[in-house]
């Protein structure tokens, strides 16, 4: 059987500059590569367990010919040895995820193709948990470590995403687990009564002190909580619409001239439109709202830099937490400006809403 011909530098540039398309064998496996369309590069073949195998090695403007052969030569060289180069190739990939966040990068391309909504657990991880852990190395995460996270958002008055976080801090080490990095999960002694308890259904309603006292604050902390923050929940409160309702409201669904707002149907939660009046002191806020838009879709238009055209999910939330003195990610808390009332969620302005209609005596069905 005839040696097969060695490539020569010549011959491979001369095949690149005609783009003579096709694979072209330089012996012992290795081939360069000149695709239909895309960048010429190197390959190897080789048999592993009685199937025949095929590993891309490099692209050719970044290895030279003299760099395939020897490329090649060591992966033939581990194959000999009993190990699969594309194995080996695979294992070398996980061995360059070393931080808690070079974990979560990786779990997250798993969400990604299992989860419809990603991003709720990306946006826990990366405001919640990554401040605390995210650059300290795998094997170097301990209980200790989970308890800190899990107890500065349980402090910060957020039970729920206490619980989320640790909901992921399990899959998520779980993960690392299977991926041959860590041989223990240090999530796995902690339970929801650990972090935010048994959730139940909330029943706050501000009263109208508190929601003096609240508005008074926000209004004088205009620095940290911005005037578009304080029209959303004044909005809220006299609107009883959900935060998501409001946050990606569009202008087109208003007639401002009528004073209604015509919420449809695919942005309801209950899946059903429904015309809402709006009052004077409501059409004034929006007005307000409608110059602060600098012609914006959107009523609310996000303030900085986000995939999102529009007021963030969380971003309430937050602001109301700095209020109360508690700032996700930050080490040094804000001062808590709220005294004695009782931390509140934006959802709580819905419930209160409701429960200042029923004080009014409007009809339940209306309310």
């Known amino acids: 059987m005839a040696a097969t011909n060695k490539l020569t530098v010549k011959e491979v540039e001369s095949k690149i500059k005609n783009g003579e398309v096709g694979r072209y064998a330089d012996g012992s496996g290795l081939y360069f590569v000149m695709p239909k369309s895309g960048t010429p590069y190197w390959m190897l ?5 009685k199937k025949r195998k095929e590993m891309t090695l490099g692209k050719y403007a970044d290895i030279s010919l003299k760099g395939a052969r020897f490329e090649a030569a060591s992966k033939m060289k581990q194959l000999r040895e009993g190990l ?16 808690v966040n070079d974990l979560f ?47 500065s958002i349980k402090d910060s008055g957020r039970p729920s995403i206490a619980n989320d976080a640790l909901g992921y801090c399990k899959q998520l080490f779980t993960f690392g687990i299977k991926l041959d990095l860590i041989a ?28 003096r006292q609240f508005f008074s604050v ?21 609107l009883g619409v959900r935060k998501s309702e409001l946050c990606e409201a569009k202008w087109n669904e208003f007639d401002l001239d009528e004073g209604i707002w015509e919420l449809p149907a695919n942005r309801s939660k209950t ?29 609310f238009p996000s303030r900085r830099s ?51 209609l029923a004080q009014q005596g409007t009809p339940g069905h209306v309310a």
């Not at 699969?84 to 931080?99: G, H, N, V, Y």
């Open 271 to 299: 899946g059903t439109g429904f015309t809402i009046p709006l009052a004077p002191e409501v059409l004034e806020w929006l007005n307000e709202l409608k110059v602060r838009g600098f012609s914006s879709e959107y009523v």
């Open 45 to 49: 073949r080789y048999t592993s367990n």
């Open 105 to 151: 990068d990786e779990w997250f391309k798993e969400l990604s193709k299992r989860l419809k909504h990603p991003n709720i657990p990306k946006r826990v991880y990366t405001k919640d948990i990554a401040p605390h852990i995210g650059e300290f190395k795998i094997e170097q995460i301990s209980s200790r470590d989970i308890r800190t996270v899990i107890t």
């Open 184 to 211: 223990n999960n240090p999530a796995l002694a902690f339970s929801f009564s650990d972090a935010g308890g048994v959730e139940k259904s909330r029943e706050r309603a501000l009263s109208k002190d508190e929601l």
């Open 306 to 356: 986000s995939k999102k055209p529009h007021m963030g999910a969380d971003t309430l939330n937050r602001a109301i937490s700095k209020l109360f003195g508690h700032e996700a990610g930050k080490k040094k808390q804000p001062p808590n400006l709220m005294g004695d009332v009782p931390h509140f969620t934006v959802h709580d302005l819905r419930r209160t809403c409701r429960t200042l």
């Open 84 to 99: 699969d180069p594309l194995l080996a190739k695979k294992r070398a990939e996980q061995e360059s995820i070393k931080t």
């Open 218 to 238: 926000a209004k004088e902390n205009n620095h940290s909580f911005s005037r578009d923050n304080y029209l959303a929940c004044l909005l809220l409160l006299c």
